[in-house]
C-alpha cells in the first residue's frame, strides 16, 4: 500500500514539475495574416480577361484582404507595354490603404497592348506576404487623330509610291542592283519574283520624277549585266532566290535549289515593261534592249512541260530533278505564268497545254455567289488577293476575257468580296472595318501566311488593299487614308507601310517585302495612268501569245 502511495506522489510531482516548465517557456509568434487580392476592375468593370478599347488613360481598382505596406507598392506594382517599357503611373489609397487607384501619369498610346502586374514583394500593413498572381492585360482604343497632316488624294498617292519605291532604289541590292527578298533577312538574298515587279517601278519613278531616266537605265545596265554574266540559269530560267553578289543559287527550300519558273515569269514581266519603255535610239538603249530579248527567248518554257505533259512544272533542280513535283495550275497568282511562255518567240507553248493545265479543262471555273458578288474563277471566296494582283501589274484586266471568264469581273469581284468579308468580319476581330480590309499573303506575328477569307488569322496586310486599287477605288482609297492618317504613327516607315499588322492583337510588322511592295507601287501607277498595263500590252510577243496562241480577247490586243 505504501509502495502504491509512493508512486503515485513520484507521478504527480513528475507533472507539477513539466507543467512548471512548461509555464516559464515564451510563446512562438502568431504570423501575420497573408495579403490577398479580392478584386480588380478595369474603369469600373470586373478584370477577368483580355479587355479591349480601353481609354488611354484608364483607371485600375483594386481591393485588398488587408491594408498595404505603400513602401512596398511602388516596387511591386507594374504597367508595361508589349515592348517591355514601364510605363510610370499615380497611385491613390482608399478605405485605410485596402483599396489602391492606379492610373497612367500621362494618356497611353492608342491601338497597343499593355500588362499590369504585381510582383512578390508586395506586404500588407502588418508585413503579411501576398499570395495572388496579378498579370492581366488590356488593348488601348484607336486614337483617330491625324498622324500626319493633311494632302490631297493625288498627292498622296504620290507620296506611297515615292516613299514605297525606297525599297527598291534605297534598299536594292548594291551589286547585282535586283530587290532584296525582304528587310529583315539575310541582305544578300535577292528575289527574282519581286525584282521583276522592282524593274516595273522604274518607269513609274521616272514619270514621277523620283529619279532621272539616266538613273533608271543605270540601274537596269546593273541588272542585267548580273542577270546575263552572274546569276546562275537552268534551261535558261533563274531560281526563286539568288545571292546578289555572286549569283548562285539561295535554296529556296527541300529539294529546291533550282529553276522556278513561276518567279522566273515575274522577272521577264519586269524585263519585258522595261524594253517597251527604254525604247529611245541610243546605242545604251539599244543595247538594253537587245540584252532583254536574249534573256526572254532563251527560256526553255516547253521543256518545263516535263516531257510534253499538258501542264508546266513549277520546279526543276540539277540535283533532285523534278522531286518538288508541283504543276502550275490555276486559278491563282500564275496566269503570267502561261502567258510568258504562250508569247515566246523560242520555245512557246500551245492552247492545249493552257487549257489542260492552267485551266484544268475548266475546273477552274468557280460560278457561284460570295457575299452578293459572283466569283468567275478560283476557290470559294476567291482565296488571297495577290491571285487578283501579281499578274495583272503587267495584263489589263480591263476589256479581258477567255473561254473561262471575263477578268474585269474576276479581279473586281474577288476584291469586293474580300473588302465584303472583313467588313460583315465573321470572326469577330477588333479593328476590321470598311477602313481597314484586305487579306493576301504576308508576315503574321511569328509566321507567314496566305490569309483570306478562309485562312483569317485577324491579319490585314496593307498592299491588299491597295493594289486591288484600280478594281475597287473607292474602298481602296477609304484604306489608304485610315492606314496613313489614323495608323501612320504604327505602319508607316522608312520603305512605305509595314507589310501587316492586326488590330486584334496590337501586332505590327518590322518587315517589308518585296513581292508586297512592289504591288503597290505599279497597281497604284495602274489606277493613275495606265502606264505599265499599256508598255507590257504593247510588246508584240504577248499581243500574239494572249491572242493567237491562247484566244484571249480585249481591245488592245
Known sequence: MKRIVAICLLGVTAVI???????????APVPPPYLSLTNIQLNGNGWVSIVYNVSLQPVIKLRFSEPV??????????????????????ITYQSNDSVVIVQPSAALQGLMKYTFSIGGSLKSAAGG???????????????????????????LLTLVQKQTFKYFWDYGHPISGLA???????????????????????????????????????????????????????????SHWINGTSGAVVPFGTNDNGADIVETSYLMMGLLTARQYFNGTSAEETTLRDSINSIYRTVDWDWFRRG????????????????????VQGWN???ITYVMAASSPTHAIDKPVYDSGYARNGAMVNGKTFLGYTLPLGEDYGGPLFFSHYSFLGINPNGLSDSYANYQTQTKNHSLINYSYCVSNPKGYYGYSDSCW?????????GYTASSPRNDVSVIAPTAALSSIPYTPTES?????????????????????????????????????????????????????????????????????????????????
Request: aromatic residues 14%.
Open 17 to 27: 514539475s513539466f507543467n512548471s516548465c512548461k509555464k516559464k517557456s515564451t510563446p
Open 69 to 90: 505596406n505603400q513602401a512596398t507598392v511602388t516596387s511591386s506594382f507594374n504597367l508595361s507595354n508589349v515592348n517591355g517599357t514601364t510605363i510610370p503611373v499615380s
Open 129 to 155: 506576404l501576398f499570395i495572388s498572381s496579378v498579370s492581366n492585360t488590356f488593348y488601348t482604343q484607336l486614337d483617330s487623330t491625324r498622324k500626319f497632316p493633311a494632302i490631297s488624294d493625288d498627292s
Open 180 to 238: 532584296r527578298e525582304r528587310s529583315n533577312g539575310n541582305n544578300e538574298v535577292v528575289t527574282s519574283g519581286g525584282s521583276g515587279f522592282g524593274i516595273m517601278a522604274i518607269p513609274v519613278a521616272i514619270n514621277r520624277n523620283f529619279i532621272t531616266r539616266a538613273e533608271g537605265l543605270a540601274r537596269m545596265q546593273t541588272i542585267i549585266s548580273f542577270l546575263t554574266t552572274k546569276a546562275v540559269r537552268f534551261h535558261g530560267a533563274y
Open 308 to 327: 510534253g505533259k499538258k501542264v508546266l512544272y513549277w520546279n526543276w533542280s540539277p540535283d533532285y530533278a523534278w522531286a518538288v513535283n508541283v504543276p
Open 333 to 335: 497568282e500564275c496566269l
Open 438 to 446: 484586305g487579306l493576301t499573303a504576308s508576315d503574321i506575328s511569328g
Open 477 to 557: 482609297m477609304k484604306a489608304l487614308k485610315f492606314f496613313y492618317y489614323v495608323l501612320g504613327d504604327k505602319i508607316w516607315g522608312n520603305y512605305g507601310f509595314v507589310d501587316a499588322f492586326s488590330l486584334n492583337q496590337m501586332w505590327y510588322a518590322g518587315s517589308y517585302l518585296a513581292i508586297d511592295q512592289g504591288p503597290i507601287i505599279i497597281m497604284i501607277e495602274n489606277y493613275r495612268t495606265g502606264l505599265l498595263w499599256n508598255l507590257f500590252g504593247s510588246c508584240p510577243e504577248v499581243k500574239n501569245g494572249m491572242k493567237n496562241v491562247l484566244g484571249f480577247s480585249a481591245p488592245y490586243l
